[in-house]
């Protein structure tokens, strides 16, 4: 069975209850100046289940250890005292960003800023800095970001 597809919605909430409930969420594309890779945009699928976000990940050729760990809010709770909740996530960059943005959203991504379109196009080496953060296996790791 082919792995689930990261899902985008309108609201940033939905996105969220939609990755605590252990599902794919594809989070809106953002674009950083000061980021590990370089100024460009970046995304990321976001979930509470390590091991259905890796197997996408592994369907798209991405390693394992590009799962980082972060927790998630619990937009269930007053926001005074919120509680976090364990969550994971995998950055795309660079030509990842086709694994799992559609073309239709990459290309008006494209015309929303002025940034080297290498930075988006497939084969664009964005493997070859590293990750340069501290990823653990979920099975090894502090479950609580």
């Not at 370089?38 to 979930?47: I, L, Q, R």
């Not at 592994?58 to 969550?87: W, Y």
């Not at 953060?133 to 479950?143: A, L």
């Amino acid at each position: 069975m082919p792995p689930e597809l990261p899902r985008a919605f309108a609201r940033r909430a939905d996105g969220f209850r939609h990755a605590v409930a252990g599902g794919l969420w594809l989070a809106p594309l953002v674009y950083l100046e000061h980021a590990r890779f370089g100024p460009g945009w970046y995304g990321k699928v976001v979930s509470s289940d390590p091991e259905r976000l890796l197997a996408w990940a592994v369907s798209k050729a991405i390693p394992r250890r590009a799962l980082e760990v972060k927790s998630l809010p619990d937009l269930d709770t007053p926001r005074k005292g919120r509680r976090r909740l364990p969550g994971y996530h995998i950055d795309l960059w660079g030509a990842r960003l086709a694994l799992a943005y559609d073309p239709h959203t990459l290309a008006r991504t494209r015309g929303r800023a002025s940034i080297p379109l290498h930075r988006l196009e497939p084969g664009a080496g964005d493997d070859d800095d590293g990750a340069g953060g501290k990823i653990e296996h979920p099975s090894t790791g502090d479950r609580h970001g």
